[in-house]
């Protein structure tokens, strides 16, 4: 994998930038009232009843305990807690700023990490504008724990890169990175709750990979393992030390489950959702996208001898369509049979010469891409089983979290140069719409619109 490049230049920090210094301005342009909320002067109430923003800071100033609150797990309740204690300053004003603060060093964290998994400048400087200027930016910017959970998930992504990458020769580095690893792991847990994800994940990505084992895959077994476990160990921590608090505050310990009923969830399938999610279009996108990503690994892959990549064509013959309304391209690929993929005979995986020059190692790209991938997905079936009114928030969950971009990253990489035509077209055209998104979300947030 390749090395980090420590010397940043103003042009390749461009999409921080262009959010600092024309988004932003441009939404207060708009939308005065942006300025207050930035600053923590206006009320946090929003048309939706409450911004997550109050719970967290009812729960760090720790008033009404309730029931459905467990729902918010504590560790930026308690940070902002210790920070009110030292800081004489509104705990408003202290949540809006500690997050964006954070969400900026995430967002240069995120830069050097996406690197290492890329090619070239050109594949990680595409992904990275596309998260820096991903629609749910706004969150970064509003007191939630997007700005904190993407950090430490970034760590964690480091970290998974780092073990897949060290020699057995390299035995202290090597237990240093998966002792910050477990860390990661237990705060994320801590941050939010990923116990089913995490789970989710990992059994998929070791099925997956026994199901398409290939050689390279057999040396990296006992890495994946050591990954695997001290992931979801991590998970369980977090979630043994919450609920163990939990106890001690008089609530069950698995109460953040029992407490989804009180926010009207209730498992159910919904076939409306495959067409609608009844809310923002970014939901419904937050539910095709992943899937989308996951079909396109399947392009190189066969079972029993049959070729599976009619899998991935039905959702790129017609990519633009898909991007913009996914139903609609999936419709498409299933009755059109006029594209043809590039070597569409051939039986082994394409491997672009940048792989030969970098030497970049396919199967652990692989691994990591299956975990994070799976991760996205997690949530849209979660929310696709469970929210029986609408998917509010699912965009939220899949694009204002690193998970996707790390996926998207490595589809660029390994993928792209077959499946999407015209790709300099498709990839300015996304990035201006990801941008006008934001955009718009920045200036709502200042009518407090904000979605929770």
């Known amino acids: 994998m390749n090395k980090i490049n420590t010397n940043l230049r103003p042009l390749e920090l461009a999409p921080l930038l262009v959010l600092i210094f024309c988004i932003v301005p441009l939404a207060i342009i708009i939308n005065p009232q942006l300025i207050p909320r930035f ?4 009320s946090h109430i929003s048309q939706y009843g409450y911004l997550d923003l109050e719970h967290y800071i009812d729960l760090a100033l720790q008033t009404n305990k309730e029931a459905f609150r467990t729902a918010f797990f504590p560790l930026w309740p308690t940070f902002l807690r210790i920070l009110n204690s030292s800081i004489d300053l509104d705990i408003y004003k202290i949540a809006i700023f500690t997050s964006s603060i954070i969400g900026i060093i995430s967002f240069i964290f995120s830069k050097f990490v996406i690197e290492l998994i890329s090619l070239n400048k050109s594949i990680s400087f595409i992904s990275w504008t596309l998260y820096v200027l991903s629609p749910m930016t706004i969150f970064f910017f509003a007191g939630y724990t997007e ?12 970290c998974i890169i780092n073990i897949l990458n060290l020699s057995k020769r390299q035995y202290f580095l090597y237990w240093v990175n998966c002792f910050i690893l477990l860390i990661a792991s237990i705060t994320l847990a801590l941050t939010r709750p990923i116990l089913l994800q995490t789970l989710f994940s990992l059994v998929g990505t070791n099925v997956l990979i026994l199901v398409s084992m290939r050689k390279t895959h057999k040396k990296n077994m006992r890495k994946y393992i050591d990954l695997s476990v001290l992931i979801f160990a991590g998970s369980i921590i977090g979630y043994i030390i919450y609920g163990t608090s939990l ?6 310990f698995f109460e953040p489950f029992f407490a989804q009923e009180t926010w009207n969830k209730s498992f159910g399938i919904r076939p409306v959702y495959l067409f609608t999610s009844r809310s923002s279009l970014i939901d419904l996108w937050g539910l095709y996208y992943p899937v989308l990503l996951f079909c396109a690994w399947f392009n190189d892959i066969s079972y029993s001898g049959i070729k599976l990549r009619f899998i991935s064509s039905i959702f790129f013959q017609n990519f633009p369509l898909t991007l913009l309304y996914p139903p609609a391209g999936f419709f498409w690929g299933l009755f059109s049979s006029k594209f043809k993929f590039k070597n569409h005979n051939s039986s082994t995986i394409e491997i672009p010469a940048d792989f030969r020059e970098n030497k970049i190692d396919l199967a652990k790209l692989e691994y990591i891409f299956l975990f994070a991938i799976l991760f996205s997905i997690s949530h849209s079936l979660i929310c696709f089983l469970t929210q029986p009114l609408y998917m509010r928030s699912l965009g939220r969950y899949v694009f204002g979290q690193p998970y996707f971009y790390v996926a998207l990253t490595i589809f660029l990489n390994t993928k792209s140069h077959t499946l999407i035509r015209h790709k300099n077209v498709v990839f300015t055209i996304t990035i201006l719409t990801s941008s006008i998104y934001l955009l718009k979300n920045f200036v709502e947030f200042g009518y407090a619109k904000l979605s929770p």
Do not use: K, P
């Open 39 to 42: 600053l923590g002067e206006t």
């Open 147 to 158: 700005s904190i959970f993407a950090f430490v998930s970034w760590l964690l992504i480091l």
């Open 247 to 252: 106890v001690s505050d008089g609530f069950r």
